[in-house]
């Protein structure tokens, strides 16, 4: 979430690899070494016609921007230790390994031949034949990848955090930033949403101090490769980080330093302004009481028209590059200058919202995180660069926007579970201001605005504007089954569901594109994510079948093409999970190539290999314990986003893309995806609600009416 996210070269998430013997992958890299003869393609065995494949929980989480992970946060095996893994026990972690270069050769050649012309994936094929061949360039930049790997903690760690998010120059909200949308509030009145702004604050300080104690438990991995410690660093980049803007690439900023001081304040956003909250006042903590009355002193500051100032945040959701040129205008004021410290350096930021004026169903309150309904609503009272903004709404809108490029959404999700566990115990008990001593108020940030940055906020305001007018969004539930049904089938719920959105793509496309799916691999030092390509070779097959009137396919043969489809899968989901994938190798080769060649070898400006980084589906399972949901936009400007949330019985997506494109639209995927889960769990089990049952709610059925009139 994520998210992710949003540009027309951005690669979902990609991690690399350097070979080792694995008890588990080995068997699968075996098979890898054939493939049909003189293909140079990868092949994979039959399964046994009536094993899907599944053993259990392999996929138990994921991320926004999600990544697939067999996380089992907080349980573990017996004999080790509940405290999170210090730096010392991290350096204990197996090194991601890099994998070998004909093995990602002919597995990037297999994931692309379907995707395009016959014509151009020969001329693909001769040009990753020459950059494979013994002593060419790809064994030297394979041999240099290798030294770097011996050299640094994460050999690919960052090449990707560049490529996916730093060198990304595309405005934070929508491209980027993904939002959780937490369970509808009802607020009586002003009180109580600060009542509930001031429990999650309270929640914040708690989590923050686990976590500066080392205290959180340590996740463990969980399925085929069980009981393995996963890297926890991305835990210390919540509440620490802050991505600075870039002319031409930003930087991502760790607050951790021996020479400044912890932050002991958050910063508040309030009708657009910013005030500083400390937190920490006299080396003692603020009770949630404390925190109430504070956040009662911002909304009374902040509603002085006299004293408000311009909306300075609106120039962070700006392009990436326009807003580094605004904020090196901002901070040749020392006024400025203060008052960015104070955000950048920040724990956290509260938005107290306003009103978004629309019906609040899932889809409105998810769009009022995602971009605030634009500067007219509540676009400007956001600041984009920081890691976490908690959003607290006057009309019961809750939630969080993650700036995503300090951790993945498996620790966004914990952290978050643990926060409205919180609230929860704490709304039990009412929260009343604290009156014993009289706290200092809270500090309004000063900004001195030149003509020019009158000029830059202008634009800025424009631009979100036309981001909010762009974005194709709806949030669906199909309630005909969930993962429980799914599990009874003996296949992983996230395979299963990867292959029914094939089958809804093909369905309004008549083909089959790039998709990305994040594979966490936090089974190595600092690994983040890798990519699993799902429209595999198998997947088309199945799709054809199903889509294929005319050859009238008896089900029992659709059945077993099905399963063909999700083995493929998950096979490819285990490559990925223990660092076998290809994305984030090819990233490592091609910025290797950057580094020691004159110009980018043919290989990596071929156009097959450009279309394999253009991801038109870009995919997330974020599965949730608690009553909440994730979301972020599109990749590219012809794409789909489509994060989901398999329930026992139900599953939750959130589909989006661009109204600028005329191809796409988030109604008819929608309505795609419920045809074709209800077509492949028929295929499973007949006796299932047929596609077209009726939809659940009030909003499904009127977003996907409308689809079928487009």
């Known amino acids: 979430m994520a998210l992710a996210w949003g540009q027309s070269k951005r690669r979902p998430s990609l991690h690399g690899v350097a070979y080792f013997y694995c008890p588990l992958t080995d068997p699968l890299l075996s098979r890898l070494s054939g493939g049909p003869e003189g293909t140079g393609l990868p092949s994979f065995p039959e399964p046994p016609p009536s094993a899907f494949p599944y053993t259990g929980n392999l996929l138990t989480r994921g991320c926004p921007t999600s990544s697939h992970q067999d996380t089992h946060p907080g349980k573990k095996p017996q004999k080790m230790a509940a405290k999170s893994l210090c730096s010392e026990e991290e350096a204990e972690l197996p090194k991601l390994p890099v994998p070998p270069l004909q093995q990602t050769l002919a597995t990037y050649l297999r994931a692309m ?20 061949a013994p002593g060419g360039l790809g064994e030297t930049l394979q041999q240099n990848l290798l030294e770097r790997q011996e050299k640094t903690a994460n050999w690919v760690s960052e090449y990707w955090l560049n490529d996916m998010y730093l060198n990304n120059r595309l405005a934070l909200p929508v491209n980027s930033s993904p939002a959780v949308i937490f369970p509808r509030q009802h607020f009586q009145d002003t009180d109580d949403q600060l009542r509930f702004a001031a429990n999650l604050v309270s929640g914040v300080l708690s989590y923050k101090a686990l976590l500066d104690s080392h205290s959180i438990p340590t996740d463990y991995a969980k399925g085929q490769l069980s009981g393995q410690p996963l890297c926890m660093k991305q835990y210390y980049g919540l509440f620490s980080s802050y991505r600075l803007p870039g002319h031409t690439q930003d930087t991502l900023v760790a607050q951790k330093s021996s020479v400044m001081p912890e932050p002991e304040h958050i910063i508040v956003a309030c009708c657009n302004q910013f005030f500083v909250l400390d937190v920490v006042i ?3 903590r603020l009770s949630e009481g404390d925190l109430f009355t504070q956040l009662r002193k911002i909304v009374k500051m902040a509603s002085n028209e006299d004293e408000r100032l311009p909306p300075i945040g609106l120039l ?8 580094a040129e605004a904020r090196t205008v901002l901070v040749k004021d020392s006024t400025n200058r203060d008052s960015l410290d104070m955000i950048e350096r920040c724990i956290c930021l509260v938005c107290l919202d306003t009103p978004g004026g629309l019906e609040l169903s899932d889809t409105n309150r998810a769009l009022q995180l995602l971009h605030g309904g634009g500067c007219s609503k509540n676009g400007a009272n956001r600041w984009y660069d920081k890691s976490l903004q908690f959003v607290v709404g006057r009309d019961g809108t809750c939630g969080v926007v993650c700036e995503h490029s300090p951790f993945d959404g498996i620790v966004l999700v914990q952290c978050l579970e643990h926060l409205l566990e919180h609230v929860m115990r704490s709304s039990k008990k009412l929260v009343r201001a604290d009156s014993v001593s009289e706290l200092p108020a809270p500090r309004r940030l000063r900004w001195k605005c030149s003509p020019v940055i009158q000029g830059f906020l202008a634009s800025s305001a424009e631009k979100l504007q036309r981001i909010v007018k762009n ?14 049904f799914i599990k009874k089938q003996k296949c992983s ?32 030092r600092e690994g983040r994510v890798d990519n699993i390509r799902s429209a595999t070779p198998e997947a088309l097959r199945f799709v054809k079948a199903v889509t294929d009137h005319k050859a009238a396919v008896p089900a029992s043969e659709k059945l077993l093409l099905l399963r063909e489809a999700i083995r493929a899968q998950t096979e490819y989901t285990v490559l990925a ?8 190798h090819l990233l490592g080769l091609r910025e290797l190539a950057r580094d020691l060649c004159k110009e980018l070898p043919e290989m990596f400006t071929d156009e097959t290999y450009l279309l394999s980084n253009q991801f038109v589906l870009s995919t997330s399972q974020v599965p949730t314990t608690m009553d909440m949901f994730c979301c972020y936009g599109p990749v590219v400007p012809n794409g789909y986003g489509a994060c989901y949330n398999p329930q026992p019985e139900s599953i939750l997506f959130c589909i989006s893309s661009f109204h600028s494109c005329k191809e796409t639209s988030s109604a008819r995927f929608a309505r795609a995806v419920e045809e074709s889960l209800s077509e492949v769990g028929d295929l499973c089990s007949p006796r299932l609600p047929a596609a ?19």
């Open 471 to 484: 974005l194709d969004f709806i949030v669906y539930k199909f309630d005909n089954y969930g993962k429980t």
């Open 577 to 584: 999970i223990t660092g076998m994938a290809i994305d984030n």
């Open 113 to 132: 031949q379907h995707l395009v012309p016959e014509e151009q994936f020969r001329r693909s094929q001769a040009i990753v034949k020459q950059f494979g």
């Open 316 to 323: 962070t959701s700006d392009g990436r590059s326009q807003w």
């Open 282 to 284: 006299n080396f003692r």
């Open 692 to 710: 077209g049952a009726p939809l659940a709610t009030t909003e499904k059925a009127t977003r996907l009416s409308q689809c079928r009139q487009l």
């Open 493 to 524: 719920p996230d395979a299963f569901i990867q292959v029914a959105l094939q089958l809804a793509f093909y369905r309004l496309h008549g083909r089959l594109t790039s998709t990305y799916e994040s594979a966490s691999i936090r089974r190595f």
